[in-house]
């Protein structure tokens, strides 16, 4: 496997989820089970610019990273793991819900799988 693909799988889903959050904000919120609010839609628009700027980072990784690529790796299968075990808590506690919420972790769970096993070549 291409030591870049994980890093652009993440990339490209954090640029589509920036989007969604930024211009499509009560789309975005309403099928986790979020209550729709003036202060829940800035949270998500910040939250938006947050991830797009983490996808930035994550698609520009493979480029500028060199011999740390390895590192990296693990890095994001870290941050992976974290999201992993975030929206899985929160999902077992009924904090959020849906389809929207189940996609997310088999991405995540899949991604961070792919990063760790990256990371050991």
Avoid: H
Avoid at 75 to 81: E, P, Q, S, Y
Wanted: net charge positive; charged share 10%; aromatic share 12%.
């Amino acid at each position: 496997m291409n030591p870049s693909l994980p890093f652009r799988i993440f990339g490209g889903m954090a640029f589509l989820r920036a989007a969604q959050a930024l211009f499509m904000t009560e789309g975005y919120l309403a099928p986790a089970g979020v209550t729709v609010s003036p202060g829940t839609i800035l949270l998500a628009q910040a939250l938006g610019i947050i991830t797009l700027c983490l996808g930035l980072v994550a698609w520009r990784i493979p480029d500028v990273a060199g011999d740390a690529m390895k590192p990296l790796g693990q890095l994001f299968g870290i941050v992976a793991a974290i999201y992993v075990a975030f929206l899985g808590y929160n999902t077992i506690v009924s904090d959020v819900g849906g389809a929207t919420v189940y996609v997310l972790l088999a991405v995540y769970i899949a991604l961070g799988a792919m990063f760790f096993m990256n990371s050991k070549k």
